[in-house]
């Protein structure tokens, strides 16, 4: 069974300050990974993937791979209070449709 | 393009009531999935149909659950008969095959009394 940890939070951050938010993964075999946001009450949208370990950037947002460690992580520089949001983590295997989600790290940025 | 639909957006019913929630995807999208949401479960993949096709039913929890798909454009998800645990939000989302970038919809939150 395919397993995806996250820290559930909540995390507060300072506006302006990185927010870091990471996820485990216990399935080896994952290829590809991603990156959730969740408004309260929403639905989920994404806003990064990263298939290659090392860092990829987009705009505020970082993402960050290490498969050896089994591990994904999420950076957002400069930390706006629109960035409040659940964060979910979101792993498949290479040309496997069936997407495998954390249960979210709620974020909340402090004005 | 719409976005993904879905209906009703919320539904309340009592216990043993057939519940139907629909989903229509992105067109030009081969790929749709079924989503439930739960505080204590979080997003869990109930099936998903690929070219109209069932592909994975395993997260279906039990035969009161079912999913249809009878054509590109439509999708029905029914439970039968409800239950109290069966509350939660079910989202339809939509993708092209094999992208892992999903488009949701806005889900039908569903409580079962």
């Known amino acids: 069974q395919k397993e995806v940890e996250q820290n559930s939070g909540p995390l507060s951050v300072p506006e302006g300050a990185i927010a870091s938010l990471n996820c485990t993964y216990s399935d080896r075999g994952s290829q590809s990974f991603f990156w959730y946001r969740q408004y309260s009450g929403k639905s989920p949208e994404l806003i990064m993937f990263i298939y290659s370990n090392g860092d990829k950037e987009d705009g505020r947002f970082t993402a960050q791979l290490n498969k050896a460690s089994q591990y994904v992580s999420l950076l957002i520089r400069d930390s706006q209070p629109s960035d409040s949001a659940t964060y979910l983590c979101a792993v498949n295997d290479f040309g496997n449709e069936k997407l495998t989600f954390g249960t979210g790290t709620r974020l909340t940025i402090i004005p | 393009d719409a976005g993904v639909i879905q209906s009703p957006r919320h539904e309340v019913t009592e216990m043993g009531q057939e519940v139907t929630l629909r989903c229509k995807p992105i067109s030009g999208h081969n790929s749709l999935f079924w989503y439930r949401q739960t505080m204590m479960r979080g997003l869990e993949l109930l099936i998903y149909?690929?070219?109209?096709?069932?592909?994975?039913d395993s997260g279906m929890p039990e035969d009161r659950f079912s999913a249809k798909m009878p054509n590109a454009s439509f999708s029905t998800l029914k439970i039968q008969p409800s239950e109290p645990r069966d509350s939660a939000v079910y989202f339809c989302?939509?993708?092209?095959?094999?992208?892992?970038?999903?488009?949701f919809g806005e889900g039908s939150r569903l409580t079962v009394l």
């Open positions: 149909f690929n070219n109209n096709v069932p592909i994975d």
């Open positions: 989302a939509t993708s092209l095959t094999r992208t892992g970038e999903l488009f």
